[in-house]
């Protein structure tokens, strides 16, 4: 079967877009759904629970059937259900039959399937490129999904939705199936032990990962619980990892805790019409798209510490400006301004993440990470869920901003640019998959790839 006309990494960059372009249609029509069944804070923010729920059920499974299945596979097979779950939603609101439940259920398989998709696909470009072209790789797809996923999909759907409930559903489900029908056209991306005996899957310039850890022998079988542990231990001895990881918890923590209940504010203290809601997920895009094109320049200017940083306090100030605010400009303005610092740190966690962890442990090391990093979001959605119950939309806003403010002080404070750029640039040292602990001299490999982080200081790190 032949590549995309861009080649395999096109393909890629094919898939997403269309997925993206789902996830902004569903983005705007489902909280807007819920919001004409209910009017409770709590019920409203639980659609964020249902969400973000399967990062804490099947991630860790997920990323090790990335890294034990043809990666091109679970992105078709994904994408594919999730259109299938949809368009039975809006066939279910075509015969006028909706409920809170059915959306929750809706939304919850459509997570199990988009952990599947995501481990898979942030495992994939390192196996079509090699790695100095990797942050420009990343820069457009995070452009491509900034732009597609919070700048046309909302505002389309929520024209959708209001043209009829079922319309949005109906097209995000057609989209969705149109990004299975893409990754159909990505090479097969076998696990990095099989591709040692098939050859390499892509171009003749790209990065063979393997060949970097072929000092330690091929893998010894393993079972599946076996997998997950060994890609659990890699990540979480990997100590800048794991300190990035936290402090893109801690920002994804108090995001959820406003996020779910942002239309409730638009449509509530803001007194804006349902229609207006996709704005204000789309226009922070403009923001987002800006960062991930310009990251390549500006992350080594600032360094990834400072972009740590950024990542923290803008959007804490941004939840500020939406608690106390009465203007619809100066909120869209800070929610601007949040994404695009967010979106230059999305740059620099990713990039590192596939230059610092080998192919074969790649799909387990993003779940482990993701575990982290995501299971913040459905603690995070009921928290702000029953403030806003209890005190109040705009209070719940205001419990962010001080939240994060203060949560930044100790975890950003230990991510330096230094150790970021140190174990970008160190050797991709795997942790051999058939030992039991690794010896003292794997330990330094795995804890950042030169030295001790610890006494030098950490590195940053966002979802």
Partial sequence: MTAAPLGPFGALWASQAFSNLADGLLQ?????????????????????????????????????LADRVDR???????????????????????????????LYAAVFL????????????????????????????????????????????????AALFALAASAAFYTGAAAFALAGLAALLLPALRPA??????????????????????????????????????????FWRHALLRRVAFLSAAINFFGASTGGLLVLLVTGPYGLPASS???????????????????????????????????ALTPAAGYAVLGLSHS?????????????????????VSTLRQAAVPDELLGRVTAAYRLIVLGAVPFGAL?????????????????????????????????TTRALRDAEKAPRAALPVHTGTPSRAEQGRISGGSGDHGRRGPRTKHS
């Fill in 72 to 102: 091109r596979r679970i992105l078709v097979a994904g994408n594919w259900l999730r259109a299938g779950g949809f368009a039975l939603l809006a066939l279910s609101l075509t015969a006028e039959w909706s409920h809170v439940g059915l």
């Fill in 110 to 157: 459509a997570g199990c399937a988009e952990t599947m998709v995501d481990n898979a696909a942030l495992a994939i470009p390192p196996r079509l490129l090699p790695r100095a072209r990797l942050e420009r790789a990343n820069g457009r797809l995070f452009a491509t999904q900034s732009v597609i996923n919070t700048f046309i999909g909302p505002p389309a759907g």
């Fill in 277 to 311: 809601y996709g704005w204000f997920v789309a226009v922070p895009a403009a923001g987002a798209i800006i960062g991930s094109l310009l990251a390549a320049r500006v992350v080594p200017r600032i360094g990834g510490g400072a972009t740590g940083w950024l990542a």
């Fill in 383 to 415: 928290t702000g869920g029953l403030l806003g119950r209890a005190l109040g939309i705009r209070a719940a806003f205001l419990t962010a901003a001080l939240g994060l403010a203060l949560a930044a002080v100790p975890l950003a404070s230990r991510v």
């Fill in 28 to 64: 705007a029509s489902a909280p807007l759904l819920v919001a004409t069944l209910t009017q409770d804070p709590l019920v409203v923010a639980g659609l964020t629970v249902a969400q973000f729920l399967p990062w804490l059920v099947v991630t860790l499974p997920a990323g090790a």
């Fill in 328 to 348: 619809t400009p100066l909120a869209l303005a800070a929610m601007f301004a949040a994404a695009v610092a967010s979106s230059l740190n999305q740059i620099v």
């Fill in 193 to 234: 032990a099989e591709d040692d005996q098939h050859g390499p899957a892509a171009e003749d310039d790209q990065y063979d990962p393997a060949a970097e850890d072929d000092q330690h022998g091929p893998a010894a079988p393993t079972g599946f619980v076996r997998d997950i542990s060994v890609g659990w231990a890699h």
